[in-house]
């Protein structure tokens, strides 16, 4: 199992918290008593909860690093696929929902990544806090008694840099994951400026934003893409943006900062 020595886990205090430079964690407006950001390997994270539970999420965190890297390196294709992977039985069942959930969106299995790895750490803390939000790399896992805002983060001037979303806590627990064909670091065939998807699954919402981002070339393809998407039960929100305009669909809804 890996090295517990090699994670950073640093608690951030509420008064504190815009410290973080980061552009889109200094516009998060829900913050839980304990927050931290945890980083590993190629995780970044950020996790606000009502309850300390930062040792199990070392633990949770080195056990799917570890399960995914074992699986990798017997089936080096699985990283590099860019397109559905058939599911074998002796697969791990995190695995096997990657699998699944990206096979809805026509993307190879990595592009539910980060989804999966918010979704299992939120699953190893259910009996361990009420409120938890984790946050990885701008895809994010919500379970909350309250509404709130999250801030969206634009490259585009028509927008001012960022708008928020109301996130209903009847709609959590919930993923809400986004992809970019204009800035951050996961592969997009697209050139959208932003996609965000809401979803009951973090994964399936990381492999619909990867998806959808890879679609939009142009601002008339929006409403296409957004008719197609809506169809799936798998997904409750779509907010598109590109060039100025924006589509949106479901349980997304927009709010004031």
């Not at 909860?49 to 965190?61: A, E």
């Not at 939120?122 to 409120?131: D, F, I, T, V």
């Not at 970019?180 to 619909?208: C, E, K, P, Y």
Request: with cysteine; hydrophobic share 35%.
């Amino acid at each position: 199992m890996g090295d517990y020595n090699n994670i950073s886990v640093k608690r951030i205090f509420p008064e504190k918290f815009d410290a973080d430079k980061s552009v889109y964690r200094s516009s998060i407006r829900h913050r839980e008593k304990y927050n931290w950001r945890v980083i590993y390997k190629y995780s970044d994270l950020l996790i606000s909860c009502d309850k300390d539970i930062s040792g199990r999420v070392k633990k949770l965190l080195l056990e799917i690093y570890d399960l995914l890297e074992s699986f990798i390196d017997r089936k080096p294709s699985f990283q590099k696929s860019l397109s559905p992977v058939k599911i074998e039985k002796d697969y791990p069942s995190i695995v096997k929902k990657m699998c699944r959930k990206a096979a809805l969106f026509n993307v190879g299995p990595m592009a539910t990544v980060a989804g999966a790895v918010c979704d299992y750490i939120a699953s190893g803390l259910r009996e361990k806090c009420g409120r938890l939000i984790i946050e990885n790399g701008g895809d994010v896992y919500i379970r909350s008694s309250r509404d709130f805002n999250v801030g969206v983060y634009l490259k585009d001037t028509n927008f001012k840099d960022k708008i928020y979303l109301k996130i209903r806590s009847e709609d959590t627990p919930c993923g809400l994951c986004s992809s970019s064909g204009n800035f951050g670091h996961s592969l997009s065939m697209g050139s959208v400026g932003i996609v965000v998807v809401l979803s009951r699954s973090t994964i399936s919402a990381d492999g619909a934003a990867t998806s959808i981002a890879n679609r939009i070339e142009k601002s008339s393809d929006i409403n296409g893409v957004m008719e197609q998407y809506s169809r799936i039960k798998e997904l409750g929100g779509l907010l598109i943006v590109k060039d100025g305009n924006i589509g949106i669909w479901g349980d997304i809804e927009l709010s004031g900062n």
